[in-house]
């Protein structure tokens, strides 16, 4: 369904980010390259990255560690730059926007199951949770009502006013999760977000997901090292050293029988 990009010449890089609007892709990168500077090493983390992601799609990246997977997703989400290629999320060329625009374009349209975002230890878990809409200015009272729902949605109605310590592994990464899709985003990243939680419990966070995909057509990319939550995605892209080895499109690959449904609102 969604082609490797081979493309090259400047005119073709041009007319990219018109067609990745034509076709229905959300996220289309291209030639992603990627360098770490550490003063005394250089680290080609990212080299000649091409990904294609449609809308509603739920996309894992497994590869050995070191590979380049949260180097993938910090390019591709913006958070971090890149040094070659282009980025285009939803018809929009990330790395042209100035690092305000950005910052503000990934406050309302995606949201971050990151082990590093952990949840601030003094606020309780609706705090946590309404912290998007109130960045991105949405009123106390509406931000609120928004949380609880979210809340709701991952089962946690009754542990709303706990703070993070008072949670579980698996309840912490439950408000993770809510705090990730209170805005609606069109696109939400994961980094290994069951990587610390027992298997039980992990099972429960990828069915989760893979509810909100179908339910609210929200596109996910994943990073996980499990093979069993990579099986419930749509696709696996397979990485190695920098680079795409297997973008899960080829015919040894079939699509599996789940329906992608249609965009959500926001996206
Ligand atoms: P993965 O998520 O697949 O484990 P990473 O994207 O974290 O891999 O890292 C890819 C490579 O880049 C690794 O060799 C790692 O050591 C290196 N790397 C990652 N972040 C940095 C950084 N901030 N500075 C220098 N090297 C980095
Ligand atoms: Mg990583």
């Given at each position: 369904?969604?082609?490797?990009?081979?493309?090259?010449?400047?005119?073709?890089c041009?007319?990219f980010a018109?067609?990745?609007?034509?076709?229905?892709?959300?996220?289309a990168a291209h030639g992603l390259?990627?360098?770490?500077?550490?003063?005394?090493?250089?680290?080609?983390?990212?080299?000649?990255?091409?990904?294609?992601?449609?809308?509603?799609?739920?996309?894992?990246?497994?590869?050995?560690?070191?590979?380049?997977?949260?180097?993938?997703?910090?390019?591709?989400?913006?958070?971090?730059?890149i040094?070659?290629g282009q980025v285009v999320?939803?018809?929009?060329v990330l790395h042209q926007?100035?690092?305000?625009?950005?910052?503000?374009?990934?406050?309302?349209?995606?949201?971050?199951?990151?082990?590093?975002?952990?949840?601030?230890?003094?606020?309780?878990?609706?705090?946590?949770?309404?912290?998007?809409?109130?960045?991105?200015?949405?009123?106390?009272?509406?931000?609120?009502?928004?949380?609880?729902?979210?809340?709701?949605?991952?089962?946690?109605?009754?542990?709303?006013?706990?703070?993070?310590?008072?949670?579980?592994?698996?309840?912490?990464?439950?408000?993770?999760?809510?705090?990730?899709?209170?805005?609606?985003?069109?696109?939400?990243?994961?980094?290994?977000?069951?990587?610390?939680?027992?298997?039980?419990?992990?099972?429960?966070?990828?069915?989760?997901?893979?509810?909100?995909?179908?339910?609210?057509?929200?596109?996910?990319?994943?990073?996980?090292?499990?093979?069993?939550?990579?099986?419930?995605?749509?696709?696996?892209?397979?990485?190695?050293?920098?680079?795409?080895?297997?973008?899960?499109?080829?015919?040894?690959?079939?699509?599996?029988?789940?329906?992608?449904?249609?965009?959500?609102?926001?996206?």
């Open positions: 369904m969604v082609n490797v990009v081979t493309k090259g010449s400047p005119a073709e041009r007319s018109q067609e990745t609007c034509l076709q229905d892709l959300i996220i390259h990627k360098t770490y500077d550490t003063g005394s090493v250089q680290v080609h983390a990212l080299r000649g990255v091409n990904l294609e992601v449609a809308r509603g799609e739920m996309v894992a990246i497994m590869g050995p560690s070191g590979c380049g997977k949260t180097t993938l997703l910090n390019c591709l989400s913006g958070l971090d730059e040094d070659e999320i939803d018809g929009v926007l100035a690092d305000d625009q950005r910052s503000d374009y990934r406050a309302r349209r995606m949201g971050f199951v990151f082990q590093l975002y952990n949840l601030l230890p003094v606020l309780s878990a609706v705090e946590n949770v309404e912290m998007p809409l109130l960045v991105s200015g949405v009123g106390a009272r509406e931000a609120r009502r928004r949380s609880m729902e979210m809340l709701d949605l991952v089962g946690l109605t009754d542990r709303a006013r706990h703070a993070p310590g008072e949670l579980s592994g698996g309840e912490r990464q439950r408000v993770t999760i809510a705090r990730a899709l209170v805005n609606q985003p069109g696109i939400v990243w994961a980094d290994e977000p069951t990587g610390d939680l027992d298997s039980e419990t992990a099972g429960g966070i990828i069915d989760l997901m893979c509810d909100l995909n179908r339910t609210n057509g929200q596109t996910f990319v994943l990073v996980t090292h499990s093979d069993e939550v990579g099986k419930r995605a749509h696709r696996i892209v397979r990485m190695r050293d920098g680079e795409i080895v297997d973008d899960g499109n080829g015919p040894d690959n079939p699509q599996p029988s789940t329906t992608i449904t249609s965009a959500s609102s926001e996206s």
